[in-house]
T-cell receptor
Framework: KNQVEQSPQSLIILEGKNCTLQ??????????LRWYKQDTGRGPVSLTI?????NTKSNGRYTATLDADTKQSSLHITASQLSDSASYIC???????????????FGTGTRLTIIP | NAGVTQTPKFQVLKTGQSMTLQCAQD?????MSWYRQDPGMGLRLIHY???????DQGEVPNGYNVSRSTTEDFPLRLLSAAPSQTSVYFC?????????????FGEGSRLTVL
């Protein structure tokens, strides 16, 4: 069964500090992995996408990594800001078979709280 | 840019009542979908559509109906609301469903069934 597990479930850090969120998956065959940010009371917004051939990708203070061999991804946030307080959701897409349905597997998210 | 618009944002129903959650997108996306988000669980796919006139079931379709008469609109109907349908519902759209498609989500509709 395809699964996506995220850790930690929740995290509290001081403003200005760095943090790393983890995503482990068992989705196969792998197509791509996205990190979404979901502010409280809002819909998720894509931060970055990782494909099989990509190891690292940065988007401002956000850096995502992918290890396709160990099926792990991480999202590193540098110099955290209060606006980074949100849930971060890892979503893994499986390659579509000829007769298969859309295949996205969502993690349960990591709730990040930045305190001043 | 409006993006994906959901209405209503909040709704309270009594068990057995029916209602429709509205979703509209102005990005000319072919692919639209409905998800529900419950505490401690990842987003779960209810129904999706790959174009006008074409819909299919997702992971948790029971108790819900959809239709897609236009590219822009994808309403979700609750036929006879049950307390188990208390959740936050998200509509999402995408340029492409089977490649690298980024999902664009609405703001969500919080439904409580008493």
């Amino acid at each position: 069964k395809n699964q996506v597990e995220q850790s930690p479930q929740s995290l509290i850090i001081l403003e200005g500090k760095n943090c790393t969120l983890q995503c482990n998956y068992t989705v196969s065959p792998f197509s791509n992995l996205r990190w979404y940010k979901q502010d409280t009371g809002r819909g998720p917004v894509s931060l970055t996408i990782m494909t099989f051939s990509e190891n690292t990708k940065s988007n401002g203070r956000y850096t995502a990594t992918l290890d396709a061999d160990t099926k792990q991804s991480s999202l590193h946030i540098t110099a955290s800001q209060l606006s980074d307080s949100a849930s971060y959701i890892c979503v893994v897409r499986a390659k579509r078979s000829n007769f298969g349905n859309e295949k996205l597997t969502f993690g349960t998210g990591t709730r990040l709280t930045i305190i001043p | 840019n409006a993006g994906v618009t959901q209405t209503p944002k909040f709704q309270v129903l009594k068990t057995g009542q029916s209602m429709t959650l509205q979703c509209a997108q102005d990005m000319n996306h072919e692919y639209m979908s409905w998800y529900r988000q419950d505490p401690g669980m990842g987003l779960r796919l209810i129904h999706y559509s790959v174009g006008a006139g074409i819909t299919d079931q997702g992971e948790v379709p029971n108790g819900y109906n959809v239709s897609r008469s236009t590219t822009e609109d994808f309403p979700l109907r609750l036929l006879s609301a049950a307390p188990s349908q208390t959740s936050v519902y998200f509509c999402a759209s995408s340029y492409e469903s089977f490649n690298t498609g980024e999902l664009f989500f609405g703001e969500g509709s919080r439904l409580t069934v008493l």
